[in-house]
């Protein structure tokens, strides 16, 4: 039964997905194409999430998705969000370190800090502040789609000087209205007394939808909701994370270890290069436990070879792995699965499986990289595709690890050319960053997505019950009118009889 209701849902999320896409066609775009940026509009008729995402945070109720469309993408485009890049935003701004993402909350979302005592309120410069956090959260969406974010407010050795109250408000605006279902929760962190009447002007701008999603913590009480690992020392955390700039901080993303041990970083790569290369005679006897060397790929050759000897095994590896279900397509290598890699409680259930299809003409590198190399096994965790051929990559969980909703993984993939041979790491190390289609997994667990199936069943039976006591309403009211009715038909009945008694 709640797969039926499961079903029902998703055929009548389906329906209102293209009603929303119909009617802002019709509603919003006949009078005027300039106010938007066409390439949003693009994508809301390409992306079903992201009419989801608009129909989910209203409540499924079209007339009130649709005005936040068309309020979200008047903003987008006024601040020039697709075009918002690195270069784009003035220097400072990323040096002062005011707003970063960095770490996970113990839910696995993503932790976005605003260093409130970093904040100056200054009219000359807000418009530059509101372009940042956009700049943040667009940079954000496009790596993690459809994955939320925890606000962090540091509001550590601040006081009244550092409350923006119009850079609050926008801050709350841009998760109420122009990124749909991207806040998991807002933390206020040692908020000072003093500010407790600016706070509350605050909750009344998020709104019924967003109010309990409001947390004010101490520092003790914060890691009810974050973990040491990923809080600062004066938040009673362990986290060694100092903020710098260039570069900007990134998701920590590291080479796993593979199954014969860990790799050689690049770096060490290209120290060690001409040491190795005095050393291949010694290199085949190396035992299962030492470092792998970096592998010279000649394709055409090791394409044979790497068939013959991995008919025998690629069974064997692959057996007790789970299977993708879903799909990503993108330019140069379809990925299954499209963002979810799930594993099972069960001992014999944590291998999971990703597959990589070639959908060039060209050989395509990749490598797999993840932010808890210590914890999995990937094999093969660098190495190249043949053109219209797939490759089985297994991620499995070491020793005695468990997986956590933090850990992430990250495809990258790189066209090369068909001729020459080529060593990958010098190959890695010369391919423009352009030229890098990248492709992120999140874990998720079976407790989890067991969740996530209930969530859906119970979204689908409030939809039904709303619908439920729609239908008894209207029963009411028609029961009431059949009552009239009858009342009526006695009366007439009764006054038929009184006229046609003889006086």
Request: charged share 25%; glycine share 4%.
């Amino acid at each position: 039964r709640d797969i039926t209701n499961v079903n029902f849902f998703s055929q009548d999320l389906q329906k209102k997905i293209e009603e929303t896409r119909q009617r802002f066609q019709n509603e919003f775009l006949q009078d005027s194409t300039d106010k938007y940026d066409s390439r949003d509009v693009e994508r809301l008729q390409k992306d079903d999430a992201l009419v989801e995402g608009y129909l989910t945070w209203r409540l499924y109720a079209v007339d009130d998705a649709l005005k936040m469309i068309d309020e979200s993408f008047q903003w987008r485009k006024e601040f020039g969000v697709n075009d918002l890049t690195e270069s784009t935003i003035p220097k400072w701004m990323f040096e002062t370190g005011a707003v970063y993402l960095h770490g996970y909350d113990k839910e696995g979302n993503k932790l976005f800090w605003f260093k409130v005592k970093l904040h100056v309120k200054d009219a000359k410069t807000i418009m530059d502040k509101k372009k940042y956090v956009a700049f943040w959260l667009e940079r954000y969406a496009k790596k993690e789609p459809g994955m939320p974010l925890t606000v962090v407010f540091d509001m550590a050795e601040s006081g009244l000087s550092n409350i923006d109250m119009d850079f609050v408000k926008y801050v709350i605006n841009c998760f109420k209205v122009y990124y749909p279902k991207f806040l998991s929760k807002m933390i206020i962190v040692d908020m000072p007394w003093i500010m407790n009447a600016a706070w509350k002007i605050v909750k009344s701008w998020l709104g019924p939808e967003a109010i309990s999603k409001l947390k004010f913590a101490s520092r003790s009480e914060v890691q009810t909701f974050i973990g040491p690992e990923y809080l600062p020392p004066h938040m009673g955390g362990t986290d060694p994370f100092k903020y710098s700039y260039p570069p900007l901080p990134d998701d920590d993303f590291q080479t796993p270890i593979c199954d014969n041990g860990p790799i050689v970083s690049e770096d060490e790569m290209e120290s060690k290069e001409g040491e190795m290369e005095g050393k291949d005679a010694l290199e085949n006897s190396f035992n299962s436990e030492v470092v792998a060397k970096p592998k010279k790929v000649n394709f055409l050759d090791d394409s044979l070879r790497s068939e013959d000897s991995d008919k025998g095994d690629t069974s064997a590896r692959i057996k007790g792995a789970r299977k993708p279900l879903t799909t990503f397509k993108g330019l140069l290598l379809d990925v299954s699965p499209a963002e979810e890699l799930s594993f099972g409680s069960g001992e014999t259930e944590k291998k999971s499986l990703i597959i990589l299809s070639n959908v060039t003409k060209n050989q395509v590198a990749f490598k797999v990289r993840t932010t808890a190399p210590e914890k999995y096994r990937v094999k093969p965790s660098s190495s190249c595709c043949e053109p219209g051929v797939s490759v089985d990559i297994v991620v499995s969980l070491h020793g005695g690890s468990q997986a956590s909703p933090q850990d992430r993984f990250l495809v990258m993939a790189a066209e090369m050319d068909n001729t020459a041979s080529q060593e990958l790491a010098q190959f890695w190390k010369e391919v423009p960053k352009t030229k890098i289609m990248e492709h992120r997994h999140v874990f998720v667990s079976l407790n989890q997505f067991l969740s996530q199936q209930l969530m859906r069943v119970m979204a689908c039976n409030s939809r039904l019950e709303q619908k439920l006591n729609t239908c008894l309403w209207v029963q009411k009211v028609l029961m009431g009118l059949v009552l009239v009715l009858m009342v009526l038909n006695l009366s007439c009945l009764y006054l038929l009889g009184t006229a046609q008694r003889p006086s």
